[in-house]
């Protein structure tokens, strides 16, 4: 079955510290990729997002993603966060006629 | 630019009444999405529209749902009757092309926050 799993529900880091996000996929083949970020009240919006080439994607906000083919994963990273951050994220996958979203990960951020 | 616009951003309504939500897509976009998002269920696709065609209704709860696209810039999800059930955040999205499935942005609405009581 295809499916995309974010295995954390829920995350909390001190602002400053680095953070992953993890994310894991279930396809036949390579899929487009993204993660998009939810601002409570807010809509959901792009971060990054990678189809081809280079593994390693970079996004807004100081957000990168990693795809792992040997691993089926494409892991959201960020070298230190900030208050802002705060916010519910959501790892997506798609192929030519399918798109799923992770159940998504709230990320809480100390002071 | 205007990005996606959707109303009302909040609604309250009686169980059995009927209730429209209203899209803008983005000027431009070809493919549009309804998204309903709960706490239970995640977000779930309701109907994917491609130039104005229904391409994908699978996600359609039942049939007091009805979704239309009468031209390439509005579209309406309707629920008749409502039920408390149907209490959630239904987003619209829309993006170039086929959207995700040729690996384009889906750029979401604001969404429409439904309270049936």
């Known amino acids: 079955a295809q499916s995309v799993t974010q295995p954390d529900i829920h995350i909390t880091v001190s602002e400053g510290a680095s953070l992953e996000l993890r994310c894991n996929y279930s396809y036949g083949a390579t899929p487009y990729l993204f993660w998009y970020v939810q601002s409570p009240g807010q809509g959901l919006q792009l971060l990054l997002k990678?189809?081809?080439?280079?593994?390693l994607v970079q996004g807004i906000k100081g957000f990168e993603a990693e795809f792992k083919r040997s691993q089926s994963s494409f892991n959201l990273r960020k070298p230190s966060v900030h208050w802002s951050d705060a916010a519910e994220y959501f790892c997506?996958?798609?192929?030519?006629?399918?798109?799923?979203f992770g159940s998504g990960t709230k990320l809480n951020v100390k002071p | 630019d205007a990005g996606v616009i959707q109303s009302p951003r909040h609604e309250v309504t009686e169980m059995g009444q009927e209730v429209t939500l209203r899209c803008k897509p983005i000027?431009?976009?070809?493919?549009l999405f309804w998204y309903r998002q709960t706490m239970m269920r995640g977000l779930e696709l309701l109907i994917y529209?491609?130039?104005?065609?229904?391409?994908?209704d699978s996600g359609m709860p039942e049939d007091r749902f009805s979704a239309k696209m009468p031209n390439a810039s509005f579209s309406t999800l309707k629920i008749q009757p409502s039920e408390p059930r149907d209490s959630a955040v239904y987003f619209c999205a829309s993006s170039h092309d086929r959207g995700p499935f040729s690996g384009n942005t889906i750029y979401f609405g604001e969404g429409s926050w439904l309270t049936v009581v």
């Open positions: 000027s431009g976009h070809n493919s």
């Open positions: 529209f491609n130039n104005n065609v229904p391409i994908d």
């Open positions: 990678y189809f081809s080439g280079d593994t």
């Open positions: 997506a996958v798609a192929n030519f006629n399918k798109f799923y």
